[in-house]
């Protein structure tokens, strides 16, 4: 039984950045290749950034160059800083392993608006 966590969301101006932290419990994450996804109301999920069990990353062009993945061993967790946000960015975000064994979490928003 695995619960993934999602914080780190909020308001941000155009250009500003926040950092996502994927946080479980009942898993160690390091052993796992990790994505985050988003997902605007009417929209499917799709997956932005990935992570593998041996730190190589993978992005969405739509993010490339904006957002990093990356691994905190020593809290287990998964993290997404995400730069140069855009009004485009402004949906909810998830986390969950790339093979989907684990459930989603409840997610976090991220509104970018002036």
């Known amino acids: 039984q695995v619960q993934l966590v999602e914080s780190g969301g909020g308001l941000v101006q155009p250009g500003g950045s926040l950092r996502l932290s994927c946080a479980a419990s009942?898993?160690?994450?390091?052993?796992?290749?990790m994505g985050w996804y988003r997902q605007a109301p009417g929209k499917q999920r799709e997956l932005v950034a990935a992570?593998?069990?041996?730190?190589?990353?993978n992005y969405a062009a739509s993010v490339m160059g904006r957002f990093t993945i990356s691994r905190d061993y020593v809290n287990n967790t998964v993290n997404l800083q995400m730069n140069n946000l855009q009004p485009a960015d402004s949906v909810g975000y998830y986390c969950?392993?790339?093979?989907?064994?684990?459930?989603w979490g409840q997610g976090t928003q991220v509104t970018v608006s002036s």
């Open positions: 969950r392993d790339t093979g989907w064994d684990f459930a």
């Open positions: 009942g898993t160690m994450l390091s052993i796992r290749a």
């Open positions: 992570i593998t069990s041996g730190d190589t990353t």
